[in-house]
């Protein structure tokens, strides 16, 4: 997958690494559609872009803005070939997450991706082609100690992608899925549990012990990389990899290691 030429829509584009993505894009010759819930923000990186890129604000959650998205970008650009669903947000810590983190989280993480598929692959099947690039985490693999929702809506994220791909793959529509650890933006600031500044901290603590923070840049490049070669596992920590075998190889052996590395954390 070249993206020279291409039009995409980046989603949770007004900072971290929708906003790198949309630069990496944009450097790549691809016309861009930067959208966020932060309008403004939005708007600021799209105009740092130049005329290859246009903002729009919304809640991406909201089928009728991912339709508004579409729209703007064939008026602007042309037909949408690339969609990155990467706008994101933490949730709440384990049992006590109330009815609404868990609501929104769901809406934000999964349904959103689900909502832009279901507007986005028809067409692409119709046309032969298209790119749909999920951002989920290495939670979606292994798991988010500290929060429950964050850790079942990032697995759902992958469930999805790979459902997407296997169903699709063959009409021309390709999937990737993004999982990285830990990446320097504002979930990582402290903004993963907002509502519950302790139990934020604790599951910030574990990613940033568990493996190096990279830069939103990086993993931008990563994943342009990874679309060049039409991979669907994107691993910007390669050593999920290996996490990931060992889970599978011994689920009772690496839960219980999971047990012991949170404990760690814990004294």
Known sequence: ME???????????????GAALAARLVAGDARVVVADLDGDSAAKVAAELGDKATAVGG????????????????REFGPVDMYFANAGIGGGPGLDSTEDQWAAAIDVNVMAHVRAAKLLVPGWVERGGGYFVSTASAAGLLTQLGSAPYSVTKHAAVAFAEWLSITYGDKGVRVSCLCPMGVDTRLLSGDLIPENPDAAAFAIKAVKTAGAVLSAEEVADTVIEAMAAEH????????????????????????????????ALRA
């Open 3 to 17: 993206t020279a030429g291409k039009v995409a829509i980046v989603t949770g584009a007004g900072a971290g690494i």
């Open 59 to 74: 809640d991406v959650a909201d089928e009728q803005v991912v339709a508004q998205l579409i729209a703007t970008a064939e």
């Open 232 to 263: 669907f596992l994107i691993l910007p920590h390669p050593e999920v990899l290996q996490m990931y075998r060992n889970k599978g190889a011994d689920y009772d052996r690496w839960i219980a290691g999971m047990r012991r590395f949170q404990e």
